[in-house]
């Protein structure tokens, strides 16, 4: 397997309606995040024990809650909150 991300349930659900530059930002941090897990779990695939807990990550002033499932070799955006509007 290969290591990815991916928004749950999808893209329109967890980040419809946010501005394109903080998606592209959380899209930047998303691929550093699975870049990370990678390096941590050399073969996910294999991985035994619970997954890592949700965590929250500041992204140009807007947050984001992922989490890891290492044996999927996944890391899941689940939830986007953008910066309020100036």
Do not use: K, N
């Not at 991300?5 to 980040?15: F, I, K």
């Not at 394109?20 to 930047?28: G, K, Q, R, S």
């Not at 990370?36 to 035994?48: C, F, K, P, S, V």
């Amino acid at each position: 397997m290969t290591w990815s991300w991916e928004y749950l349930p999808d893209e329109a659900q967890v980040a419809g309606g946010c501005p394109a530059d903080f998606l592209t930002a959380v899209e930047h941090r998303a691929a550093e995040l699975v870049r990370a897990a990678e390096a941590l779990y050399l073969d996910g695939t294999i991985y035994q024990g619970s997954g890592e807990p949700m965590r929250y990550l500041d992204v140009t002033g807007g947050l984001l809650a992922y989490y890891v499932v290492p044996r999927l070799e996944l890391v899941v955006i689940c939830q986007v909150t953008p910066p309020p509007a100036m």
